[in-house]
């Protein structure tokens, strides 16, 4: 879990001083950063729950909370179906619509 949010920061990071420092997303920075970030708030707060067991669905424990919130992650600001696809066509040179 630990990993993957280190990952996710990183990307997130990379992208935030490209865009302060003027660089151009030449292979979607920003989308890859938003995708990976988002996938994993939901695969680390499901771990959690997991985890908790039973307790990780009771409101005594902030994890139920992060856990529902993970999931407008996805989808806000350009659902991870469209980061995805966002980054092929920049990949792959097809012109993004």
Same mark, same amino acid.
């Given at each position: 879990? $630990?990993?993957?949010?280190?990952? *996710?920061? @990183? @990307?997130?990071?990379?992208? %935030?001083?490209? *865009?302060?420092?003027?660089k151009p997303f030449t292979a979607a920075? +920003?989308?890859m950063s938003k995708l990976y970030a %988002?996938?994993? *708030?939901?695969?680390?707060?499901?771990? *959690?729950?997991?985890? =908790? +067991?039973?307790? +990780?669905?009771? $409101?005594?424990?902030?994890?139920? $909370?992060?856990?529902?919130?993970?999931?407008?992650?996805?989808?806000?600001? +350009?659902? %991870?179906?469209?980061?995805? @696809?966002?980054?092929?066509?920049? =990949?792959?040179?097809?012109p993004i619509r």
């Amino acid at each position: 879990m $630990r990993t993957r949010i280190d990952a *996710a920061r @990183l @990307l997130v990071w990379r992208a %935030s001083w490209m *865009a302060a420092t003027g660089k151009p997303f030449t292979a979607a920075e +920003g989308s890859m950063s938003k995708l990976y970030a %988002s996938e994993t *708030a939901k695969k680390v707060t499901a771990q *959690a729950v997991q985890i =908790l +067991g039973g307790n +990780g669905f009771t $409101r005594e424990y902030p994890v139920e $909370r992060m856990h529902r919130d993970s999931a407008i992650y996805t989808i806000f600001e +350009g659902t %991870s179906e469209i980061q995805r @696809l966002v980054i092929a066509r920049t =990949l792959s040179g097809m012109p993004i619509r």
